[in-house]
C-alpha cells in the first residue's frame, strides 16, 4: 500500500486516463467493424462464392492455409467468439503498448526529474509504476466486461454471461504477460518510437509463429503461439478454462519483469 | 562543514557533455554558483549530485552521505529546480504542491500560500496554461516550501520574467542568510554570482578550471572597456599590450588588465565621447584563466632552461 501513496502512482492514472479511452473507442470501433463485417458476409451472398472457390482449390493448398471452408457466420455463439478473440488481441496490444511506454512516458511529459527529485528509491519507482499499469489494465478491462455484456446481449446470447469471470481472467492474464513484456524491454531501452514498434512487432510475432505453426505442426511453436494460450475463443466455444499453469506462468513473468527492471533501473542513466 | 564534495569526478557520456576532473567543496551556508557556458557540463555534474547518472569514477559526497547508497536521505534534505521544469499538464499546481507535501511529510500550506502569493503563482492553474517562467517558479516554490538544508537550482534565471527576476534572487538570499540555507546553483551568467554568490567555480569543457571567493572576482584588476572614441587608438592598444580587440559599431571592445589610470592617461590624448567600464564575462574569465595557467607553464619552462 505504500507504493499506491507515492506520487507516480496518481501521476500514471492521470496521464493514461486519454490512452485508455482512446483504446477503448478503437476497441469499439473494431468490434462493431467486426459486426459489420460479419453481417455483410451473411446477407450478401459472398460466404457461398468464396466456399465455391476453396472447394476448387487442390486439397493441399486448403490443408496448408488451413480453411476448408468459410465458417458459418449464422453460428451466434461463433461470432462472440471471434468477436471475444479479437479484443483480446486488441487488449494485449494495449498492454503491451503500455508496458513498452512506462519510462518513456515521463521523459516526453518531463516528469522524469520532478519524481526523482522527491525522496523515493529507484525501487519504488518501478513497482509503483508496475501497479499502476496493472490498474489501469483493469480498468480497461472491466470497461470491456460492460462491452462484453453489451455484445452478449446484442447477440442474445444471455448463456455467455456465464463465461464472463473466465474470460476476464483469460484476458487479464494474457494482457499481464504482455504488459511485463513491454515493461522489461522499456526499462532496457531509450528510443521513443520503440513502444508503438515492440508492441505491434510482438502482436505481428504471435501471427506469425501461428501461421509457422500450422505450416510445421511443431509444438515449440505453438508454445510461441503466446495469445493462444489465453484464448477466449477456445473458452466460449469449448467451455474451457484458462489453465492453472498459464496463469502461474504469467503471475511469475511479471514478477521476474519487475525484479529484472528494478535491477536495470537502479543502475540507468536518467 | 562540507555539505557538498566533489573529488576527481569523471564522467565519459555519448549523450551528455563529459566531465573531467571535477573537484570542488560547497560549504554550509554557501550560495556557490557553478558558472559555465552552455555544454559545459553544468547540469551533468547536477545529475551526478543528484544519483540521475549513478555511474562515474571519482567520489561525491552530500552531507558526508554516498548519492549512490544513501540518495533517499540526501533527498529529504535537499530542494531541486532542474532548468526546464515540465510538469504533467493536467495537473494543477496546488496538485503538484500536494505531492510534494504529502511525500515530504510536510504539512505548512501556510508556507506555500505565502510563497504563492509573494510570486503571484495562481495554484489552482493548470500546468498547461501556466508560462515557462510560471513553471520555474512553481518548481522553486515546490523546492523551498519544505525549508529544506541544500537547495540545488539549475540555471535559476533562464526564462524568468523581469518581474519575477529580482523576487527569486531576494527569496534565495533571504533563505541562505535567515533560515542558513546552502545553495548550489549554476548559471552561464557571471553577474548572477556577482549579485548572489558567496564562491563560485568556472566550468569549462567539463573541467572545474577554478574555485574562488566572490571578493576575488570584484578585486580582480580586469575590467572589460567599451569605448566610443575619435580616432585611431590602435597605438594604445600597442603601449598598454592590449590584445582580443573587437569593433561594435563605433565602440571599440577590449579587456584591459591593470591599472585603470594608466588607461585613462593614454586615452587623455583622444577625444571619448562615451565609455563603459564593467565586470569581465564569463569567456573573459575564462580567458584569463587560460592565459594565466600558459604563462605559468611557460615560466615554468623557462626556469627548467635555466636550470639545465
Known amino acids: 500500500m505504500v507504493f499506491l501513496s507515492t506520487p507516480i502512482f496518481g501521476q500514471d492514472l492521470r496521464c493514461r486516463v486519454s490512452s485508455i479511452l482512446k483504446w477503448l473507442v478503437f476497441t469499439v470501433i473494431a468490434t462493431l467493424g467486426i459486426y459489420l463485417l460479419i453481417y455483410n458476409l451473411y446477407i450478401s451472398g459472398i460466404p457461398d462464392f468464396v466456399n465455391d472457390l476453396l472447394i476448387s482449390l487442390p486439397d493441399e493448398i486448403r490443408a496448408l492455409i488451413y480453411i476448408e471452408k468459410i465458417p458459418d457466420f449464422s453460428n451466434v455463439t461463433f461470432d462472440y467468439a471471434v468477436c471475444m478473440q479479437v479484443l483480446l488481441i486488441i487488449g494485449c496490444g494495449y498492454a503491451c503498448y503500455l508496458g513498452c511506454s512506462s519510462f518513456l512516458v515521463n521523459k516526453n511529459n518531463g516528469t522524469l526529474k520532478y519524481i526523482h527529485s522527491l525522496p523515493i528509491t529507484r525501487t519504488c519507482v518501478v513497482i509503483t509504476r508496475f501497479f499502476a499499469q496493472v490498474t489501469i489494465l483493469i480498468i480497461y478491462d472491466i470497461l470491456l466486461v460492460f462491452l462484453n455484456i453489451w455484445i452478449a446481449s446484442g447477440l442474445n446470447v444471455s448463456s455467455f454471461i456465464f463465461n464472463i469471470p473466465n474470460i476476464f481472467c483469460a484476458m487479464l492474464m494474457g494482457e499481464l504477460f504482455f504488459l511485463s513484456l513491454g515493461f522489461a524491454i522499456s526499462c532496457i531501452v531509450k528510443f521513443q518510437s520503440t513502444p508503438y514498434t515492440f508492441a505491434f512487432g510482438s502482436l505481428l510475432f504471435c501471427l506469425v509463429m501461428d501461421i509457422l505453426y500450422k505450416l510445421f505442426s511443431k509444438e515449440i511453436l505453438s508454445d510461441l503461439v503466446l495469445i493462444s494460450h489465453y484464448s477466449v475463443y477456445n473458452i466460449i466455444m469449448n467451455n474451457t478454462n484458462i489453465s492453472f499453469m498459464t496463469a502461474f506462468t504469467s503471475i511469475i513473468f511479471c514478477l521476474l519483469s519487475v525484479l529484472i527492471s528494478s535491477l536495470i533501473y537502479k543502475y540507468k542513466e536518467l | ?308
Open chain 2, 1 to 308: 562543514m562540507a555539505v557538498i564534495e566533489l573529488k576527481s569526478v569523471s564522467k565519459n557520456s555519448k549523450n551528455r557533455p563529459d566531465i573531467v576532473d571535477a573537484s570542488f567543496v560547497v560549504k554550509q551556508g554557501d550560495i556557490f554558483g557553478l558558472v559555465g557556458s552552455n555544454g559545459s557540463g553544468k547540469s551533468t555534474i547536477i545529475d551526478i549530485l543528484l544519483n540521475y547518472i549513478p555511474t562515474y569514477s571519482g567520489s561525491v559526497s552530500i552531507f558526508d552521505k554516498n548519492p549512490k547508497k544513501e540518495g533517499t536521505k540526501i533527498k529529504e534534505k535537499c530542494g531541486y529546480v532542474p532548468a526546464d521544469p515540465d510538469f504533467l499538464l493536467s495537473m494543477r499546481g496546488c496538485d503538484i504542491l500536494d505531492i510534494t507535501a504529502k511525500v515530504r511529510k510536510c504539512k505548512d500550506f501556510d508556507k506555500i500560500i505565502k510563497l504563492c502569493n509573494y510570486f503571484g503563482i495562481q495554484q489552482d492553474k493548470y500546468i498547461g496554461a501556466m508560462t515557462i517562467s510560471e513553471c520555474k517558479i512553481l518548481s522553486l516554490i515546490n523546492a523551498v516550501f519544505f525549508e529544506p538544508d541544500l537547495l540545488i537550482l539549475d540555471e535559476p534565471f533562464l526564462g524568468l520574467d523581469d518581474s519575477k527576476l529580482d523576487k527569486v534572487k531576494d527569496l534565495l538570499q533571504y533563505l541562505n542568510n535567515k533560515k542558513n540555507m546552502t545553495i548550489f546553483m549554476t548559471t552561464d551568467n557571471i553577474d548572477d554570482v556577482n549579485k548572489l554568490c558567496t564562491r563560485f567555480a568556472i566550468i569549462h569543457r567539463g573541467s572545474v578550471l577554478e574555485v574562488q571567493e566572490k571578493e576575488q572576482l570584484l578585486t580582480s584588476d580586469v575590467r572589460r572597456i567599451s569605448a566610443k572614441v575619435c580616432g585611431n587608438i590602435s597605438p594604445i592598444f600597442k603601449l598598454l599590450n592590449i590584445k582580443n580587440v573587437t569593433m561594435e559599431g563605433e565602440y571599440v571592445n577590449f579587456l584591459f588588465k591593470g591599472n585603470i589610470n594608466e588607461l585613462f592617461t593614454a586615452l587623455n590624448y583622444y577625444k571619448v565621447e562615451d565609455i563603459q567600464i564593467s565586470l569581465p564575462n564569463l569567456s573573459d574569465v575564462i580567458c584569463q584563466i587560460y592565459d594565466e595557467k600558459e604563462k605559468n607553464n611557460e615560466n615554468k619552462i623557462d626556469d627548467e632552461k635555466v636550470n639545465v
